[in-house]
C-alpha cells in the first residue's frame, strides 16, 4: 500500500501551552488534526469556564489562516473544584472534559488533587451531565517505584474512583502498561483510555541504553518492552476503547537537555506519520482509522470528521529542531531520523 486515505483524525490529549508558545506549536496540530483535547496544566491552571473560555480565544487566534481546527477545552480538577463550576462549563457548549492530576504527578500539576475524596461532589456532577473525567494515571507517593506507579493507580484510585461513581465516563489518559490495558478492556463502556505514538513505538531502552535520550523522558514514564507491546495490541485490537492521544507536550531544547529535564515528548509535527509507522509496524494499518478518527469522537459523543487525510509512503527526515517561543528552539522525537509515511497536504 503506498497511500492511506482517513477520516480526519483528532487529538484527544495535547499540550498547547500558552503566549508566544501557540504560534509555534498550534499550526503544527492543526495542519493534521480535526479537533484536540486541550490539556488545561498552564501556569497557573485553567480552572474556570472563563479561563478557558480566554485560552480558547488565544488558541483559536493562533490558528494559520484559513484553519478551522477546533479546540475542545478542559478544566483542570482541583481540590475545591465546586459542582457549579462543572455545571457552568458543560453549559458553556466549549468545555468537553475534566481533567485530574494528582497533585505532583507531572509537569505543572502543583494545584492538583491531593485526595479524591475531597471532589465527590464535582465529580457527581460530572457524572450527571455526561462530562468525562481525564485522568493521569499514576500515584505520586515517594515510596513507589517511578515504574510501578501506573499500576498501583489502577488499584489504589482508579478502581475505588469507578466503584464510587459506576456511570462516570473515563479516560485513562496516555496508558503505558499492559496492567491499564487490560483493565480499560476489560472495564464498562463508560472507560476509556488514549495511547500515545511514543508509547507504541519505544520502550524504556530507546530513552537509556548508549546514553540518556532526555528527548524520551516524558510522564508516565516509558516501560519495558512487553507493555510497548501490550499496548501496540490494545491500539490495533478494534476496540472503540482506544483511541489516539498524542500527548504531545512541547518543552524548550534547554529545558529538555538538562541536569533536571522536563518530562514530555513533542510529537505534534509528525504525529499521524508516527502512528501510521506503528500500526504498520503490527500490521494493522487497516485498523489506523478505526483508532485515529473514529474511536475518539464515538466516545465523547460528538460527530466524527466530515473531511479526509492522505498519507502517503514517502521517507523523509524531521528536522533536528524547529523555532519555538522567541529565542528557543524545540526538538521534536525523532528529530533527525527518516519516517516512512507523510501527510499530503
Ligand atoms: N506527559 C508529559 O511528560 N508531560 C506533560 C504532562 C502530562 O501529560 O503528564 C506536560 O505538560 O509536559
Ligand atoms: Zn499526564
Ligand atoms: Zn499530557
Redesign the pocket.
Known amino acids: 500500500m503506498n497511500a492511506i486515505t482517513l477520516t480526519r483524525p483528532d487529538d484527544w490529549?495535547l499540550?498547547l501551552r500558552d503566549g508566544d508558545a501557540l504560534q509555534a506549536v498550534v499550526p503544527a496540530t492543526a495542519r493534521q488534526m480535526g479537533r484536540a483535547i486541550i490539556?488545561p496544566?498552564l501556569k497557573p491552571p485553567v480552572t474556570t469556564t472563563d479561563q478557558a473560555q480566554a485560552y480558547r480565544e488565544r488558541i483559536l487566534a493562533a490558528r494559520p489562516q484559513g484553519s478551522d481546527f477546533e479546540p475542545l477545552m478542559t478544566l483542570y480538577l482541583t481540590d475545591d473544584t465546586p459542582a457549579s463550576e462543572i455545571e457552568r462549563a458543560h453549559a458553556s457548549g466549549m468545555i468537553h472534559a475534566v481533567k485530574l492530576?494528582p497533585a505532583g504527578?507531572?509537569?505543572?500539576?502543583a494545584s492538583g488533587v491531593t485526595d479524591l475524596a475531597h471532589c465527590d461532589e464535582a465529580i457527581e456532577a460530572m457524572a450527571r451531565v455526561g462530562m468525562p473525567l481525564l485522568v493521569?494515571g499514576e500515584v505520586t507517593d515517594s515510596e513507589i517505584d517511578i515504574f510501578d506507579r501506573e499500576a498501583v493507580f489502577i488499584e489504589r484510585v482508579m478502581k475505588p474512583l469507578l466503584e464510587r461513581h459506576p456511570t462516570l465516563k473515563v479516560v485513562f489518559?496516555?496508558i503505558t502498561t499492559a496492567d491499564a490495558a487490560d483493565f480499560v478492556s476489560q472495564a464498562p463502556a463508560n472507560v476509556g483510555a488514549t495511547i500515545t505514538a511514543h508509547h507504541l513505538l519505544f520502550n524504556r531502552n530507546h530513552m537509556l541504553v548508549g546514553g540518556i535520550r532526555p528527548h524520551y523522558?516524558?510522564?508516565?514514564i516509558l516501560k519495558r518492552e512487553r507493555h510497548r507491546e501490550a499496548l501496540l495490541a490494545a491500539a490495533t485490537s478494534g476496540s472503540g476503547k482506544f483511541f489516539l492521544g498524542t500527548?504531545s507536550?512541547p518543552?524548550a531544547q534547554g529545558d529538555k537537555e538538562s541536569a533536571c529535564g522536563?518530562?514530555?515528548?513533542y510529537t505534534a509535527p509528525a504525529a499521524i506519520e508516527l502512528y501510521a509507522m506503528a500500526f504498520e509496524q503490527a500490521g494493522a494499518l487497516d485498523r489506523l482509522e478505526g483508532f485515529a478518527s473514529h474511536h475518539g469522537p464515538d466516545f465523547y459523543g460528538l460527530p466524527r470528521n466530515a473531511d479526509t487525510v492522505t498519507l502517503v509512503r514517502e521517507t523523509w527526515e524531521l528536522p533536528q529542531s524547529l523555532p519555538y517561543v522567541p529565542g528557543q528552539r524545540i526538538v521534536p522525537l525523532k528529530a533527525g531520523e527518516s519516517l516512512d509515511w507523510k501527510l499530503r497536504d
Open positions: 490529549h499540550h490539556m496544566n492530576y504527578a507531572t509537569t505543572n500539576s493521569h489518559e496516555h523522558y516524558c510522564l508516565p500527548d507536550a518543552h522536563c518530562a514530555g515528548a
